[in-house]
């Protein structure tokens, strides 16, 4: 169990450098690991054209090791952080059969609707 939580603090090291997590020039880090104490954010910006944003109507996560609903919460733009509970998010089959969030499956794909993307920010709560 360490090993494995130093492994994956080293990755995000590796993966987020210190002061360059809020912008992005043309390229994008992935995967965005959020690894920290309560209300610890990672933030990607996603800058969009406006005949692009017309066409977003959802995000799609990828997510590894919630144990259970609201560990994780997604902000689009400004607005209020939304909650991932499985009645927030489509969760994907197999995920979905055996429990979605907090059941099974350690890796899920969710399934976010959203209205319009811009910028969005993970965290772990």
């Known amino acids: 169990m360490w090993l494995e939580l130093l492994v994956r603090l080293f990755l995000a090291v590796l993966t987020i450098p210190i002061g360059s997590a809020d912008a992005t020039s043309g390229r994008m880090l992935l995967p ?3 690894l920290g104490a309560d209300g610890t954010t990672v933030s990607r ?38 909650p991932l509970r499985n009645d927030t998010v489509s969760v994907t089959e197999p995920g979905r059969t ?15 609707p959203l209205t319009f993307v811009t910028k969005f920010q993970a965290s772990m709560r």
């Open 98 to 112: 055996f429990g979605g969030i907090g059941g099974g499956f350690s890796t899920l794909d969710l399934i976010l």
């Open 32 to 34: 965005v690991e959020v």
């Open 45 to 82: 910006a996603v800058t969009l054209t406006a005949a692009q944003s017309e066409s977003v109507r959802s995000l799609w996560l990828q997510v590894h090791g919630l144990r259970y609903q609201t560990q994780a919460s997604v902000q689009d733009n400004t607005s209020s952080w939304i």
